[in-house]
């Protein structure tokens, strides 16, 4: 573990493992080009990040990227997260051009540009892998997040992830090229194990949503913002209410009776507040301005 930028970096036993075993293979020069791709591609996250004023705790390296943690998650507008997610990728983008460019130069091996050039452009391609916690995880669920339910992008993103993890330790097993790819079986199931523990994370992070959400709804409250109402039965249960909560927006829960009447109009914030301090998952929304 090293501190640097005031953020705790620790290496993952898979990072660990490919640079022991290039080490052990001779593959020094590979190793140092690896290492060096992976934490600039890192540095954009963390230099997004910071501009949008993110804590970022801990970044945990891995052969292909990096996991950050930050207080933020689950909590800043999906806009954010997908910039900050394609910051990463966009390091490799120009790292990858220079190499190019470096090729045509005089003096230069055009043999180990291209090298460099093309490791940038494996590791860009492959993070933008629509799996958690790849980049292209963290886009879709971005995107998830602003079209549809949280609750709902949470449990889409996931099985995409698991998904594609399953798809990817067997092609890796397949033997068309020689036997089993050892590498992708490794990050395979690295990506099938983070998606699974994900999964069985599935009800912290929603629980972690609903918490920053009362401040976020008072926030809103006070600044003014737009209003997606949501329309329900007297009977609705207000655990079924906030499952169709949606991220970055304010709700209204407006409850129709017999003939379409309005029979009350319901904060969010009452009705988190009532999950919480009242156990009131199963209470009938009606109950709430009765």
């Not at 990463?88 to 005089?106: D, K």
């Not at 460099?116 to 892998?129: P, S």
């Amino acid at each position: 573990m090293i501190r640097c930028f005031g953020i705790r970096w620790t290496f993952h036993p898979l990072f660990v493992f490919v640079m022991l075993a290039s080490a052990a293979t001779g593959y020094v020069r590979e190793l140092a080009v690896l290492f060096t791709i992976v934490i600039v591609h890192e540095l954009g996250h963390v230099m997004a990040m910071r501009a949008f004023g993110w804590r970022v705790r801990e970044i945990r390296l891995l052969p292909f990227g990096g996991a950050a943690e930050t207080e933020e998650a689950g909590s800043v507008p999906a806009a954010e997260e997908a910039v900050v997610a394609a910051a990463g990728p966009l390091q490799n983008v120009w790292m990858g051009t220079a190499a190019l460019l470096c090729a045509r130069i005089e003096g230069i091996d055009p043999g180990w540009a291209m090298y460099i050039a093309h490791a940038n452009a494996i590791i860009a391609l492959f993070n933008l892998l629509p799996i958690q916690p790849l980049d292209g995880g963290r886009l879709l669920s971005a995107w998830m997040t602003a079209t549809m339910p949280y609750q709902s992008a949470l449990k889409w993103s996931v099985r995409i992830g698991l998904a594609l993890s399953l798809a990817m330790v067997a092609a890796a097993c397949i033997p068309l090229f020689g036997g089993v790819q050892l590498n992708l079986l490794l990050v395979g199931l690295f990506l099938l194990a983070s998606n699974w523990r994900m999964l069985r994370d599935l009800p912290f992070l929603f629980m972690r949503f609903l918490v920053r959400r009362e401040a976020d709804s008072a926030r809103a409250r006070t600044k003014g913002t737009l209003v997606l109402p949501i329309v329900v039965q007297p009977a609705c249960r207000v655990g079924d209410i906030l499952r169709l909560f949606r991220k970055g927006r304010y709700h209204l829960v407006y409850v129709l009776g017999e003939g379409g009447c309005i029979e009350g109009v319901v904060p969010e914030e009452r009705v988190i507040g009532t999950y919480f301090r009242s156990g009131g998952q199963n209470r009938a929304v009606s109950e709430l301005f009765g």
